[in-house]
T-cell receptor
């Protein structure tokens, strides 16, 4: 059974720092991997989707990488801002099934 | 990207009543929709997979008689929480999977419904 783990569970950084969030999964037979952002009490905002054949995806200050063989993905946030404070969720998609989520990393960026 | 709506966005009900939550794919057809629930400060847990025109597939531990799911059309799935109790209070999120085109197999999420049972 696929399991998704995110480390760290929480992270506090000062504004301007670059940071990395980690996601690992136990079954490498995935179709794609997605990173989401969730603000308190709100729904999910899709940030980046990486297909299994891709190594990375970039959107603005965000860069997500995927190493399928080792079961790892990272989300890199450059020049962090207070507005980046949220919970970041990693989810894997195995063909024919629902997305399986990690427990998330709660990020706090102080000004 | 594809848009998924949920209604209502929040609901407060008395214990013992039933509550229906709608999930709609607004600009695409979705053969498959999913229902998740999320407790405070926890991740999303899959409750069931809803297939248009057939019975939903429930995850282990989810009571199918309590959480009734109907997927009557390619753009609408409903979740009815029957005889709701305070422990059913949660954030319910649906998603719809795209079955064709460039977004094939991608899931798009609704904004969620906050259910509070008094």
């Amino acid at each position: 059974k696929q399991e998704v783990t995110q480390i760290p569970a929480a992270l506090s950084v000062p504004e301007g720092e670059n940071l990395v969030l980690n996601c690992s999964f136990t079954d490498s037979a995935i179709y794609n991997l997605q990173w989401f952002r969730q603000d308190p009490g709100k729904g999910l905002t899709s940030l980046l989707l990486i297909q299994s054949s891709q190594r990375e995806q970039t959107s603005g200050r965000l860069n997500a990488s995927l190493d399928k063989s080792s079961g790892r993905s990272t989300l890199y946030i450059a020049a962090s801002q207070p507005g980046d404070s949220a919970t970041y969720l990693c989810a894997v998609n195995q063909a024919g099934t629902a997305l399986i989520f990690g427990k998330g990393t709660t990020l706090s960026v102080s000004s | 990207g594809a848009v998924v709506s949920q209604h209502p966005s929040w609901v407060i009900c008395k214990s013992g009543t039933s509550v229906k939550i709608e999930c709609r794919s607004l600009d695409f057809q979705a053969t498959t929709m999913f229902w998740y629930r999320q407790f405070p400060k926890q991740s999303l847990m899959l409750m069931a997979t809803s297939n248009e025109g057939s019975k939903a597939t429930y995850e282990q531990g989810v009571e199918k008689d309590k959480f009734l799911i109907n997927h009557a059309s390619l753009t609408l799935s409903t979740l009815t929480v029957t005889s709701a109790h305070p422990e059913d209070s949660s954030f319910y999120i649906c998603s719809a999977r795209v079955d064709t085109g460039v977004s094939y197999n991608e899931q798009f999420f609704g904004p969620g419904t906050r259910l509070t049972v008094l």
